[in-house]
């Protein structure tokens, strides 16, 4: 065997991730991001699109096939409640956290002399259209628009409908098994080109935005990586080693393939496909892990309630208002629910923070001040958001495991 087929993809995940960001300093340094922008994104874009177009059938493969194999509607429901209380508790932790740097750091952020801010509101959802808007009323349009939690919800009615029917279901399971074994090879064929699609995603993102990472958002910038880093090492770390007995160092170098794709592509729908192979490597389930990682790229945001926590107090704090104890409850309660109707692809963060800032009263325009450096922000709150799931999915399957085994005994 040649050497180069011994590198593992990870591995060749983190060499482009690298390669990437040094040419994208070269392209800074030498005066030329756009042309990073013309001619090495479009190639990321192939990337992402590839991504995209598989991962639909693949959850909705992955999911029917899930709720099938479980064979009982109340085994669904036992996995199904656990994954939305693990996930809505770690959010509400998350905010937790952003919010406590966040005041630790004020000091740090600057009082803003300016008025003549814009921002201008995109359709925010409140948590009633969240609500309404799980439920599809057409069955090819969520698949056409790629409309996840829409996607899970046909995928749970026609499991259910499938383990009702019994016998006459059997034939669409056989097709639905079938095309989900299909659609995860050709995923596997794209995601050979991980390394490739890494570099050409990270490489215009550091050319355009480099330099801002040393401009007067550093502070904020800094504030929010280190509460992700916080949360993800003391939240996942003690979940998975509590309820999973697994090694956190485990955890997160099994985890780190998905998390340098969440980062170079700040999609936590595009990272799904890989993260549904690290998770499974790391002990979740199949089954289970191909129910929780779908619905958690749609719900389970923990980086962007985090982003949304420290920039609710930053925007504060630009405008020369100090949040009560009160507000920052609202906030908590606001980012947790934000963060469900957040999309998980890139940039849908910042357009719930209105939400969140709305919640409080704070001026909607601030978002301005934010927007410049949102990728930045995006990219770390992105491989929060995937981390998160594949920990719950490694929890919830070793949960599953010890009642099974109880039941036995
Ligand atoms: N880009 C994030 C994700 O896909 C969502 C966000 O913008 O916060 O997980």
Same mark, same amino acid.
């Given at each position: 065997?040649?050497?180069?087929?011994?590198?593992?993809?990870?591995?060749?995940?983190?060499?482009?991730?690298?390669?990437?960001?040094?040419?994208?300093?070269?392209?800074?340094?030498?005066?030329?991001?756009?042309?990073?922008?013309?001619?090495?994104?479009?190639?990321?874009?192939?990337?992402?699109?590839?991504?995209?177009?598989?991962?639909?059938?693949?959850?909705?493969?992955?999911?029917?096939?899930?709720?099938?194999?479980?064979?009982?509607?109340?085994?669904?429901?036992?996995?199904?409640?656990?994954?939305?209380?693990?996930?809505?508790?770690?959010?509400?932790?998350?905010?937790?956290?952003?919010?406590?740097?966040?005041?630790?750091?004020?000091?740090?952020?600057?009082?803003?002399?300016?008025?003549?801010?814009?921002?201008?509101?995109?359709?925010?959802?409140?948590?009633?259209?969240?609500?309404?808007?799980?439920?599809?009323?057409?069955?090819?349009?969520?698949?056409?628009?790629?409309?996840?939690?829409?996607?899970?919800?046909?995928?749970?009615?026609?499991?259910?409908?499938?383990?009702?029917?019994?016998?006459?279901?059997?034939?669409?399971?056989?097709?639905?098994?079938?095309?989900?074994?299909?659609?995860?090879?050709?995923?596997?064929?794209?995601?050979?080109?991980?390394?490739?699609?890494?570099?050409? !995603?990270?490489?215009?993102?550091? @050319?355009?935005?480099?330099?801002?990472?040393?401009?007067? +958002? %550093? &502070? #904020? *910038?800094?504030?929010?990586?280190?509460?992700?880093?916080?949360?993800?090492?003391?939240?996942?770390?003690?979940?998975?080693?509590?309820?999973?007995?697994?090694?956190?160092?485990?955890?997160?170098?099994?985890?780190?393939?998905?998390?340098?794709?969440?980062?170079?592509?700040?999609?936590?729908?595009?990272?799904?496909?890989?993260?549904?192979?690290?998770?499974?490597?790391?002990?979740?389930?199949?089954?289970?892990?191909?129910?929780?990682?779908?619905?958690?790229?749609?719900?389970?945001?923990?980086?962007?309630?985090?982003?949304?926590?420290?920039?609710?107090?930053?925007?504060?704090?630009?405008?020369?208002?100090?949040?009560?104890?009160?507000?920052?409850?609202?906030?908590?309660?606001?980012?947790? !629910?934000?963060?469900?109707?957040? @999309?998980?692809?890139?940039?849908?963060?910042?357009?719930? +923070? %209105? &939400? #969140? *800032?709305?919640?409080?009263?704070?001026?909607?325009?601030?978002?301005?001040?934010?927007?410049?450096?949102?990728?930045?922000?995006?990219?770390?709150?992105?491989?929060?958001?995937?981390?998160?799931?594949?920990?719950?999915?490694?929890?919830?399957?070793?949960?599953?495991?010890?009642?099974?085994?109880?039941?036995?005994?």
């Amino acid at each position: 065997m040649s050497k180069k087929k011994k590198l593992s993809l990870a591995a060749q995940i983190f060499i482009g991730l690298f390669l990437g960001i040094i040419a994208g300093f070269i392209f800074l340094a030498a005066g030329k991001a756009e042309w990073a922008v013309a001619y090495v994104k479009p190639f990321g874009t192939i990337f992402l699109n590839l991504i995209k177009f598989i991962v639909v059938p693949i959850v909705l493969c992955s999911i029917i096939g899930g709720v099938i194999s479980m064979k009982d509607i109340r085994k669904v429901g036992s996995i199904g409640w656990k994954t939305v209380v693990y996930y809505l508790f770690t959010t509400a932790f998350a905010v937790i956290i952003g919010l406590i740097f966040a005041n630790l750091f004020k000091g740090t952020f600057q009082v803003l002399q300016t008025s003549d801010l814009e921002y201008e509101v995109a359709q925010t959802t409140n948590f009633m259209d969240t609500l309404v808007n799980i439920f599809p009323s057409n069955i090819i349009q969520p698949l056409a628009n790629a409309s996840m939690l829409q996607v899970i919800v046909i995928a749970l009615f026609f499991g259910f409908g499938i383990i009702l029917a019994g016998e006459k279901g059997e034939p669409l399971a056989k097709v639905i098994v079938s095309l989900s074994d299909v659609s995860m090879i050709i995923m596997e064929l794209i995601l050979k080109l991980s390394p490739i699609g890494v570099f050409c !995603l990270i490489t215009p993102v550091v @050319a355009e935005n480099g330099a801002k990472i040393l401009g007067s +958002l %550093a &502070m #904020v *910038l800094l504030t929010a990586y280190i509460s992700y880093v916080v949360h993800a090492v003391v939240v996942y770390s003690a979940s998975v080693k509590t309820m999973a007995g697994l090694s956190p160092v485990k955890f997160f170098k099994g985890m780190a393939p998905a998390m340098a794709m969440a980062f170079s592509s700040a999609s936590s729908v595009g990272t799904l496909p890989l993260n549904l192979e690290c998770a499974e490597k790391l002990g979740a389930k199949r089954d289970i892990a191909s129910f929780v990682l779908p619905l958690g790229a749609t719900i389970n945001m923990d980086g962007t309630a985090i982003y949304q926590g420290v920039c609710a107090v930053f925007i504060a704090t630009c405008f020369g208002i100090d949040l009560t104890l009160t507000e920052m409850m609202t906030i908590v309660l606001t980012a947790t !629910l934000a963060s469900i109707g957040t @999309a998980g692809v890139p940039g849908s963060g910042m357009i719930m +923070l %209105a &939400m #969140v *800032l709305q919640s409080v009263g704070l001026p909607v325009e601030g978002i301005a001040l934010v927007a410049g450096v949102d990728r930045i922000f995006d990219m770390g709150r992105t491989v929060v958001n995937i981390t998160g799931d594949s920990a719950c999915a490694v929890v919830v399957s070793s949960l599953e495991d010890r009642k099974q085994e109880k039941k036995k005994k």
